[in-house]
């Protein structure tokens, strides 16, 4: 698979029928090893292993309902309430991000309601703060470390 601009991971692979599987630690399962399949990995072990992120707070691939069609969130961080904080939007490397991939992870939060918005295709990250109540958002230079929400806020994590 392709190198990431992340940190170097471990993984468990197996090729079984002329195809490359990954074992998921998260979703403790095996799934297809597709270029988008790399980078959630990666991105999820990033979030744990780089940033302070608890494992068994991160939820891969979950369902949400918008407009009375289900959806899959990559990755969806919550906080130890079961609020989620961040909800992340992984394309494969030679997925170009642009506003596509933008409208489609705001769509998602319409339904959860994030502050913390990521979107990667395992070479460019982009970050995104949203504020609801002003209406408004920024890009972010670094992605928050999982006890940096502890500095926003005790109730937060």
């Given at each position: 698979m392709q190198r990431l601009n992340l940190p170097t991971y471990s993984f468990n692979l197996k090729s079984r029928e002329e195809r490359?599987?990954?074992?998921?630690i998260f979703r403790r399962?095996?799934?297809?090893l597709t270029p988008e399949e790399?980078?959630?990995?990666?991105?999820?072990?990033?979030?744990?292993?780089g940033l302070g992120y608890p494992e068994s707070?991160?939820?891969l691939e979950g369902s949400i309902t918008h407009n009375t069609l289900t959806r899959r969130c990559d990755i969806v961080v919550f906080n130890r309430k079961a609020e989620?904080?961040?909800l992340v939007e992984c394309k494969a490397p030679e997925v170009v991000l642009n506003?596509?991939?933008?409208?489609?992870?705001?769509?998602?939060n319409m339904v959860l309601g994030v502050k913390i918005l990521l979107v990667?295709?395992?070479?460019?990250?982009?970050?995104?703060?949203?504020?609801?109540?002003?209406?408004t958002y920024e890009f972010l230079k670094e992605i928050p470390s999982f006890l940096s929400f502890a500095?926003?806020?005790?109730?937060v994590i």
């Open positions: 490359q599987w990954i074992f998921d399962n095996w799934y297809l790399w980078v959630r990995q990666n991105f999820a072990r990033y979030l744990c292993e707070l991160l939820l989620p904080i961040v506003q596509k991939t933008f409208d489609q992870i705001a769509r998602y990667t295709n395992g070479l460019t990250h982009f970050c995104i703060r949203m504020d609801p109540e002003a209406s500095d926003q806020s005790s109730d």
